[in-house]
């Protein structure tokens, strides 16, 4: 069993950001019947993948369906400066949104900071100076762009009307071959064509693991896709070319 554990730092209000970036909502005016649909489908979603779901996450569930229901109930008349149902959530949204950037920027200074090292040995010297290239092993990507790339990935798998039970012979390390051959051959490619041939479920989550691990190993680096439900993959370093075997 894979079990992935959600961190505080990737509560339900990080998915209800990744919602409004996603669909380049306003997060003052939240359409909060869809919002809370999606939220929904996505709690059972990371149900089906034996992700824990902790108990923040249901309660902005309650939470959303509660303000959906106020919000259908007609307006008071008699209290024109009633608060909007979705005020609380929207100055919660924006506060959290603010200490995520803030964190982000102090988690960037310090990265730089990190490379900073006082010289103690004066006389001249001749470097080199190699520039890294931009953007690491994650750019732009959380636990719910892998989720929506892997629910992209089930869609586009082909439906079986009748269900037959089989033992799958398929291991991460024979994904981890797998993913560096596809690489090999036809160089940066995203999620969506790497399983694009796959038309069992379990081939594409053990893949998905695979990607995991290598990105863990600074062997690729996984980037989200802009505008689309997918994951870009490439190699962080030239990939040796396959051996040939010689009968």
Do not use: C, W
Not at 20 to 33: A, F, G, V
Not at 160 to 173: N, W
Request: hydrophobic share 45%.
């Amino acid at each position: 069993m894979y079990r992935v554990k959600l961190t505080e730092f990737e509560g339900p209000l990080d998915l209800l950001l990744f919602f409004i970036k996603r669909d380049e909502l306003d997060i003052t005016n939240i359409p909060i019947s869809r919002i809370t649909q999606e939220f929904l489908e996505y709690l059972h979603l990371m149900a089906s993948l034996d992700l824990e779901v902790a108990g923040d996450f249901i309660v902005m569930a309650a939470t959303l369906m509660q303000i959906k229901v106020r919000m259908l109930l007609p307006r008071d008349e008699s209290a024109p400066d009633e608060e909007d149902p979705r005020a609380e959530l929207v100055r919660r949204l924006i506060e959290y949104k603010r200490f995520k950037e803030m964190a982000q920027e102090f988690g960037s200074m310090e990265e730089e900071q990190r490379k900073v090292y006082y010289r103690r040995f004066f006389d001249a010297d001749t470097t080199t100076l190699v520039e890294e290239e931009d953007g690491g092993f994650l750019k732009d990507i959380s636990l719910f762009n892998l989720i929506t790339a892997y629910k992209s990935a089930l869609d586009q798998m082909p439906r079986k009307i009748v269900h037959e039970v089989q033992l799958m012979p398929v291991s991460v390390d024979e994904q981890m071959s797998f993913v560096l051959d596809y690489l090999r051959v036809h160089g940066p490619t995203t999620l969506l064509q790497l399983v694009a041939h796959m038309v069992e479920k379990i081939r594409i989550i053990v893949t998905v693991m695979a990607l995991l691990e290598l990105t863990k190993n600074k062997v690729i680096g996984l980037a989200a896709v802009e505008g689309r439900e997918d994951i870009a993959i490439r190699p962080l370093t030239p990939l040796a070319p396959m051996a040939l075997a010689i009968p």
